[in-house]
């Protein structure tokens, strides 16, 4: 399998993950256009996208999903009320009934070669979801917009070699930061996003692997930047014991695509 992120970060996000057989979208939260080039950027045609899996209806996961599911006819997989929601969003235009695919937590599907498995996260939407997805032996683990999380989580995300985790502000920064204070309430609250500091304890108890890949994600532009999620998180990691030989950690990039993540830079 292979995952790279077109665009990661509070202003928006879309994930490319695939196999052989299959191109898939995690979320459209930037433009059509953004997508297209980012997707070329990859040598991935646009048409060959099989399915976009939304994890909720918050703009910055959503704003090019009419436009990209209308050019491309392409179906779309969220549980009823995100969906219920993002259909009302007249900003998105219309979408045909036919394109929507409703999932439920806990229930896997399968697309292709990837079977997929939407599970509930604690975040201030409708019915979020995160998404594993695995193939043959190979598993990739997405899990941002988390306001906390569980053991649940933890039994979801166990196991996978390629781990995409929200790493989304450095507290500090958010607390002297010109936010009003009900909206960096929304934010440490259990229903907004996780820390540095928390997503470095969350990524410690998922280490199981040797090589494992660890991908920060979802970075506030405002409360955050990737050098101190990386520092945060590695210093974390080490100061718990953890060999930095054990894993690889890079940070995704707001509004440029990533490198390609595979198998193979995974395998022992």
Do not use: W
């Amino acid at each position: 399998m292979k995952l790279c992120t077109i665009a990661s970060g509070s202003s928006g996000n879309c994930i490319f993950v695939g196999s052989e057989r299959t191109n898939l979208l995690v979320d459209a939260g930037i433009s059509a256009k953004k997508i297209e080039y980012g997707l070329n950027r990859i040598d991935i045609n646009p048409d060959t996208i099989q399915g976009i899996l939304v994890t909720h209806e918050h703009s910055d996961h959503v704003s090019g999903l009419g436009i990209m599911a209308r050019r491309y006819h392409i179906p779309i997989y969220a549980t009823y009320e995100t969906a219920m929601a993002f259909l009302g969003n007249k900003s998105l235009g219309d979408i045909s009934d036919e394109l929507i695919n409703y999932v439920e937590a806990d229930k896997p599907f399968i697309i292709n070669d990837i079977s997929i498995e939407p599970f509930s996260t604690s975040h201030d939407a409708a019915n979020p979801v995160c998404y594993t997805m695995k193939m043959d032996n190979e598993k990739v683990g997405i899990a941002t917009d988390l306001g906390k999380y569980d053991d649940y989580i933890l039994s979801k995300l166990d196991d996978s070699d390629l781990l995409l985790i929200e790493a989304n502000h450095d507290i500090n920064m958010l607390m002297v930061g010109k936010y009003p204070y009900y909206l960096k309430q929304r934010i440490l609250g259990d229903r907004g996003h996780l820390s540095n500091d928390s997503s470095a304890e969350l990524i410690s108890k998922l280490l199981k692997k040797k090589n494992q890949q660890i991908i920060l994600a979802h970075l506030s532009k405002e409360n955050n930047y990737e050098e101190l999620a990386y520092e945060t998180v590695l210093c974390e990691l080490t100061r718990l014991g953890t060999l930095l030989s054990d894993f690889n950690l890079s940070v995704a990039r707001r509004d440029v695509p990533s490198e390609m993540f595979t198998n193979k830079q995974i395998s022992p």
